[in-house]
């Protein structure tokens, strides 16, 4: 390669050339130890797969159910998240009388919970919905807690000054500031929502890509099963990217938005 | 007395006012046995070494305080409510909104039409010297614009009383000397009253009609000062003999706070 002035072309050929080096390794991994198709497939059969997978008939059915309870879920979890954090934040004794649920809710490790769940709300999409809502509530919350309470009290003096009202000092001061702090929580929680869709499907149901997921390792389709994984991860990849992106349409003005690009 | 802007002026008045803030360690004098009257349309400067309470005092004026004795009544001829407006040390602009929204924004907690705030906070744009910055982002203005933008957010309630808290205190000397000079032209024009704080003599004794001398621990009204020099003031009035004699008077009387 002939020197370039663009400071940048290592930093986008040294990542391309670390994923390939991985696959390469795994490849030769594989060869040279003779590991069984049965434990680790190659990735060129992995990628085989994917293709395959994508053509099945049917697969978009379960794309489209976990999708479906990802984002039901990831919705229920912002409008509670955010409503509990706000009234939180602002009321100190509602804080005070909540906080012994809500070291509950973050000690109790919600996974365990999910037969329970599945007892409660049936084999259905409900069920999902709950865990991956129950899932995501969390970082949602407290960061929207976090946001409220750090409003700067200079810019609270400013609505003081000038005989805000309530509902403006929230719409036009508090929301605004806490904003940041939302979207942060929103980044958590929605990797947290597929988790809590995918995990549902493992325990109890028949359609879904964590369902999907178990049929194949009962069927010791082990590269399929690698396929729905990485299937799965484009999709967490996409919805992440897509809350990021929020980000600099909600607040352009937060030193947040041009961070990371 | 009225401004040309066709308001009265807002007139206060403090009598045995006292602040003691509870610190950790015990109750804390702040302000003690304060007598003050403004009369309306003054321009008056509270000067005094740090920790005098001057601020303190501009925040019991401001309604951010509460004081602990004394009686402190603000009659405004704002057209609404206190009629106080108060301009920070720091800016204070809200930077999800544009200067020209951050400027409009008392008038929308008043309820104000979208038209009509928009309109008032261009043509203070321009009272204050931010034409073609309207529609820009706090972040993306100069120290010296963002409190130009601040007082002007000040001074979009029309108020009958302008508080103002070091407004220049972080900016560099020259950028200093002209923001007084607009400042000394914006109160000409809208005709309020000022109590302004700061701790440089030479900016009071340029500002002032009359200047408060605080002294410290507790704050106390130490002297006051009528201060004379025909209006508008250029800055070159800081040479004028009499100037750097009162300016020499009050340094001295602020030397003898110094603890020895």
């Not at chain 1, 810019?155 to 939302?182: C, D, G, N, Q």
């Not at chain 1, 099963?225 to 349409?249: D, E, H, N, P, Q």
């Not at chain 2, 440089?200 to 605080?214: P, R, T």
Request: net charge neutral; glycine share 10%; with cysteine.
């Amino acid at each position: 390669m002939t020197t370039s002035k663009k400071p940048a072309l290592w930093s986008i050929l040294l990542p391309i050339a670390m994923v390939v080096g991985f696959f390469v390794g795994w490849t030769a991994y594989v060869r040279i130890a003779k590991v069984s198709a049965f434990i680790l497939p190659e990735p060129l059969a992995i990628f085989t797969a994917f293709i395959a997978l994508v053509q099945e008939d049917g697969i978009w059915t379960h794309v489209g159910v976990t999708l479906l309870e990802t984002l039901s879920g990831f919705a229920f979890a912002i409008l509670i998240g955010v409503s509990l954090g706000v009234v939180m934040g602002k009321v100190r004794a509602v804080e005070v009388a909540l906080k012994p649920f809500v070291v509950a809710t973050q000690v109790i490790p919600k996974i365990a919970l999910v037969p329970l769940f599945i007892l409660w709300f049936g084999f259905g999409p409900e069920s999902k919905i709950v865990i991956s809502a129950v899932l995501a509530f969390f970082p949602i919350f407290s960061n929207t807690l976090l946001g409220i309470k750090s409003v700067d009290s200079g810019y609270k003096e400013v609505m003081t000054v000038f005989e805000s009202s309530r509902t403006h000092r929230f719409a036009l001061l508090e929301l605004p500031s806490a904003l940041p702090y939302i979207l942060t929580g929103m980044e958590i929680g929605i990797v947290l929502a597929i988790i809590g869709a995918i995990v549902g499907e493992f325990v109890g149901g028949n359609v879904g890509l964590g369902y999907l997921s178990v049929v194949t390792l009962q069927e010791l389709q082990v590269d399929t099963l690698f396929a729905v994984v990485l299937l799965l991860t484009m999709i967490g990849l996409s919805l992440y990217v897509m809350v990021s992106m929020l980000r600099r349409l909600l607040v352009p003005w937060h030193g947040s938005a041009s961070a990371g690009q | 007395m009225k401004g040309p802007a066709g308001l009265a002026a807002g007139r206060v008045a403090l009598k045995g006012v006292d602040k003691i803030f509870q610190a950790e360690s015990g109750p804390v004098t702040a302000l003690k046995d304060i007598d003050l009257e403004i009369a309306p349309g003054r321009f008056v400067v509270l000067l005094g070494p740090s920790g005098c309470g001057k601020t303190t005092l501009l925040r019991l004026i401001g309604g951010l305080e509460r004081e602990s004795a004394g009686t402190l009544t603000v009659e405004s001829g704002g057209r609404s409510g206190t009629g106080v407006a108060v301009a920070f040390q720091d800016p204070r602009l809200f930077p999800w909104f544009s200067v020209e929204e951050n400027i409009a924004l008392p008038l929308r907690l008043k309820g104000v039409g979208k038209a009509e705030r928009l309109a008032k906070a261009r043509a203070l744009c321009e009272l204050v010297g931010l034409q073609g910055f309207e529609k820009a982002s706090p972040n993306a203005l100069s120290g010296g614009m963002r409190q130009r933008a601040a007082i002007a957010r000040a001074l979009s309630v029309d108020p009958g009383t302008l508080l103002l808290d070091e407004p220049f205190g972080a900016l560099d000397a020259m950028t200093r000397d002209q923001m007084n000079l607009e400042l000394q032209r914006i109160w000409m024009t809208t005709g309020s009253t000022v109590v302004l704080v700061t701790h440089s003599i030479a900016e009071a004794v340029f500002l002032a009609d009359e200047i408060v001398l605080l002294s410290p621990r507790p704050g106390r009204i130490h002297k006051r000062y009528d201060v004379t020099f025909a209006r508008p003031r250029p800055i070159d009035v800081q040479s004028s003999p009499e100037f750097q004699e009162l300016v020499r008077d009050i340094r001295g009387e602020l030397m003898g706070f110094a603890t020895p």
